[in-house]
């Protein structure tokens, strides 16, 4: 009976976005007849786009990865009852860091490359930590802490590749560190495709910390903490130790997926690279939808990178503005608000219950 109520729970986690996305279809096909065209055949160029050969599939697979990694990050923190919202200063810190120690850390290709792993965990981990110190220390709240980190990180990164570690060998002067060696770039899991081993990463953290968060004392606490705070603390769990940690090892995952961008896919830090395809907020995106369960996150990164990339070719091959994509996401913004809010609502009214029956 307990497993079949956790086999639910997993099944449950893994369906939610699932519907979400197809309630966002369903908006979408109202806004393509809007303008005229076919809504199966651009659905149909949209499925192409991201899944209608190998190539689209692993091009699909590599744009989630850094999704992936940033909804795992932020997973843990909202699964602590803490709002972490710098997943995209984390996430810049990282890579600026991981380049830089790919590029000067002395040794062999697979040194290299595990110092730039360590680096960009460090990066993202510390800056994180920086916000939940604040809370903890001066009651800052990290809702905002977090916010605004975002914008001294995305700017101290831009100086390094602007300023002392800008390579100034090609001709546009681009602000943008050194390339680094090919000894140290993750290895295609393909040999000419774009999915790299950062995949598998993401793929065997989310194993990993669905595992940690179900079944250890240390995932207990976090979720005790996340569930009922002051029962946490009533029980014994030191609130102020399981939030740092939290912070530090959410930030610290989305360091890495900035870490496995530089090294799998650019090969350097560019300014800006990580920043405009808004990889933070698609990485949140998929957290919420999935109810910050790590495999239903994985599952709602694959299939909102699935969107990205088949919108993509949607525009490419017909006359359906990619903007059609961006209707559907914000449907589901609004699918993840009243799910949260109704949430907050039930809780409100069954705290109301009990204290009118007191």
């Known amino acids: 009976m307990k ?10 986690s893994l369906i939610q976005p699932l519907m979400a996305v197809l309630i966002g279809l369903l908006t979408g096909a109202v806004a393509i007849s809007l303008v005229g065209a076919s809504v199966l055949d651009t659905y ?8 209608g050969n190998f190539y689209f599939v692993t091009a699909t697979l590599a744009r ?3 999704i992936i990694l940033i909804g795992l990050g932020l997973a843990i923190a909202f699964r602590a009852g803490v709002f972490n919202m710098g997943a995209e200063g984390q996430m810049v810190l990282g890579a600026v860091s991981a380049a830089l120690a790919a590029l000067y850390v002395p040794g062999s290709g697979i040194i290299k490359i595990l110092a730039a792993l360590l680096a960009g965990f460090l990066a993202g981990g510390l800056w994180s930590l920086l916000a939940g110190w604040m809370e903890t220390r001066f009651k800052v ?4 802490s977090t916010l605004l980190l975002n914008y001294v990180a995305v700017l101290f990164a831009g100086y390094l590749v602007s300023r002392p570690f800008q390579d100034k060998s090609g001709s546009a002067a681009l602000a943008q560190t050194h390339m680094i060696d090919q000894v140290a770039w993750l290895p295609k899991l393909f040999q000419g495709m774009s999915v790299h081993m950062g995949f598998v990463i993401a793929i065997v953290l ?3 910390l669905y595992i940690i968060l179900r079944f250890t004392s240390a995932g207990y606490e976090v979720r005790m903490l996340g569930y009922n705070p002051f029962f946490a603390e009533y029980g014994g769990i030191n609130k102020i130790k399981v939030l740092l940690f939290s912070m530090f090892f959410s930030g610290g995952i989305a360091g890495l997926a900035g870490t496995v961008e530089v090294l799998g896919s650019q090969y350097r830090y560019v300014e800006g690279s990580l920043t405009v395809p808004g990889y933070a907020w698609t990485g949140l995106m ?11 996150t994985a599952v709602a990164g694959i299939l909102l990178a699935a ?3 088949g919108a993509m070719g949607m525009e490419r091959n017909t006359e359906v503005p990619l903007e059609i994509a961006s209707v559907i996401q914000g449907v589901l913004i609004l699918f993840v608000t009243a799910k949260i809010t109704m949430n907050w609502w039930k809780v409100k009214k069954k705290a ?4 009118g029956a007191a």
């Not at 998929?286 to 239903?296: C, Y």
């Open 44 to 51: 149909k160029v949209m499925w192409d786009g991201a899944f």
């Open 141 to 144: 709240q990290l809702l905002i």
């Open 286 to 296: 998929a957290a919420l939808l999935a109810n910050s369960n790590p495999l239903g």
């Open 352 to 355: 109301g219950d009990i204290h």
């Open 64 to 66: 989630a990865t850094p």
């Open 307 to 309: 969107l990205q990339t």
């Open 206 to 208: 989310a194993i990993t």
């Open 3 to 12: 497993l079949q109520r956790k086999l639910q729970q997993l099944l449950k």
